[in-house]
């Protein structure tokens, strides 16, 4: 009796683990040949960008002027055993809307006092690729945002930094290639795909369960055979 409530207990649990991480391998997969169907492809406008359901990785050129005054510092972002931040700042396009650039990694110094950001306010033609977080941060508390610029903040809220900057603003970032005016340190972007895993741990997962019948099944002709 206690093995088959066990049985009961344990299969459902393993079978949705296993589900789910075959879910999570189709969504890695997608992402997977998104990335290298559009990683050398040519740049595109913001506005064809737009026209994709998702233009995650998408090459992306555009042109226009930075807000020096107005930007978002993410912090605890480490390069090279480093702490600083990835440094965020509007620029309004010529066709008159505003997007979200990431310029890079900068040092982060002295923690009681933001890093000073040098920006060209004149006329730029900037490249990079479209990029917006793979789901939600994890937060042990509220992201509290003190009040003027800059801004520093614990984790990229596409919905909440528009409404700072009292804009609409693409669903997407753009990272700034290496090279590019403006830049800082650009780091690579991990992209920690390897749809091949999730496959492997479903397998694990299924393996688990039909390991758990075949151990339940054998138990019971055994205690079927006993007197």
Known sequence: MKLTLLV?????ILMVLGFWQLSRYEQKLVLEQAYESRHDLAPVTISQAQLHDDPLFLPVTVSGRFDPDRYFLLDNQVYQGEAGYELFMPLLTDEGEWL???????????????????????????????????????????????????KRIQALDQLRMSEAIESTTPD??????????????????????????HFGYAFQWFAM???LLVLYGFQMIRAGKQP
């Open 100 to 150: 979200l650039i990431n310029r890079g990694w900068i040092p982060a110094g002295d923690r009681e006092q933001l890093p000073e950001v040098r920006t060209d306010p004149g006329h730029l033609v900037l490249t990079g690729f479209a990029y917006h977080p793979l789901g939600k941060p994890f937060m042990l508390t509220e992201d509290i945002w003190e009040d003027g610029w800059p």
């Open 209 to 211: 369960a039909l390991v």
């Open 172 to 197: 997407f970032f753009l990272i700034l290639n290496n090279g590019q005016p403006q830049a800082e340190q650009v780091r690579p972007v991990v992209v920690n795909l390897k749809s091949e895993k």
């Open 8 to 12: 009961i207990a344990l299969l459902p």
